[in-house]
């Protein structure tokens, strides 16, 4: 079992990590407390009632010195439709999950601040601009478009308890549709890291265990991928690495679905962490 899950899926050309990553002994750790708590919901009846539905969205502009960052309206509107489309499985018919989850623009916010924008990869810049600009409860999906040293990164859900203004996904700004970031310009960034913020790990969280993300449907990988390496088995458990899938590290191009598994998993995390809250 491996501890290495600093590798991160950043902007081409650097090298660094994705914040928030978590050791797998932490991830054990939330995995449990997931269980506990789905098995108490069903308990009382809650799953049926709380499962699936929409998401209404934040979306924080943030720009910096110039106005640097900026985005229109249309450029927010395909963003929106991008993740629609990753979790409804519309980019990979009869093989992608349709989670059941609708993403709603509740309000665009725009933000001139240079601090913010460049500065967000420090802990205490980002605890400053999401304490003064978050919206909503543990339903609500805050996103922030600022100038990071990789792609992007969130909040699992069951932080949210902990520290609900930090609760969210700040994605560079150069990933969205039609941005500057070579390979990741198709908006999948966002597709990526909402995955986090409703409860998945990265496909190849664990490497070769049978445990690996703790989703059945997704085989085990030994590390991420880079680019679109069809065919790749980087393990020697059943099933190729699952390159599609929007929680690996391949190129937006490459991107195209979410597993039933997956979805049982955003499924057990929304009705533990969020729904309701």
């Not at 810049?125 to 543990?138: D, L, N």
């Not at 690996?212 to 679109?228: I, K, L, M, R, W």
Request: proline share 4%; hydrophobic share 35%; with cysteine.
């Amino acid at each position: 079992m491996t501890d290495a899950l600093s590798a991160a899926r950043v902007k081409p050309g650097e090298a660094g990590s994705e914040r928030n990553e978590i050791s797998q002994a932490e991830a054990e750790r939330m995995n449990r407390d997931l269980r506990e708590r789905v098995a108490a919901a069903k308990a009382n009846g809650r799953v049926e009632a709380a499962a699936g539905g929409t998401i209404p969205v934040v979306f924080h502009i943030v720009t910096g010195t110039g106005g640097v960052g900026g985005m229109t309206d249309a450029t927010v509107a395909q963003q929106m439709r991008v993740l629609n489309e990753g979790y409804a499985g519309a980019e990979a018919p009869g093989v992608a999950a349709n989670t059941g989850f609708t993403f709603v623009l509740q309000e665009t916010k725009r933000w001139s601040n240079n601090t913010w924008f460049t500065g967000v990869d420090k802990a205490r810049v980002e605890k400053q601009m999401k304490s003064s600009t978050r919206v909503g409860g543990a339903s609500t999906l805050n996103v922030w478009s600022v100038d990071i040293d990789g792609l992007g990164f969130a909040t699992f859900p069951s932080w949210y308890a902990r520290d609900p203004l930090l609760d969210g996904v700040v994605i560079d700004y150069s990933s969205v549709p039609g941005g500057s970031a070579t390979n990741f310009d198709l908006g999948k960034t966002l597709t990526h890291e909402v995955g986090h913020w409703m409860g998945l790990w990265h496909t190849f969280q664990g490497g070769c265990t049978a445990t690996n993300d703790e989703v059945s449907d997704t085989p085990a990988q030994s590390s991420y991928s880079t680019g679109c390496p069809e065919g790749r088995d980087s393990c020697s458990l059943p099933g190729l690495d699952p390159i599609h899938n929007y929680m690996d590290y391949s190129y937006d191009s490459c991107y195209n679905q979410f597993t039933p598994g997956q979805n049982t998993r955003m499924q057990d995390a929304w009705i533990a962490y969020r729904s309701g809250k």
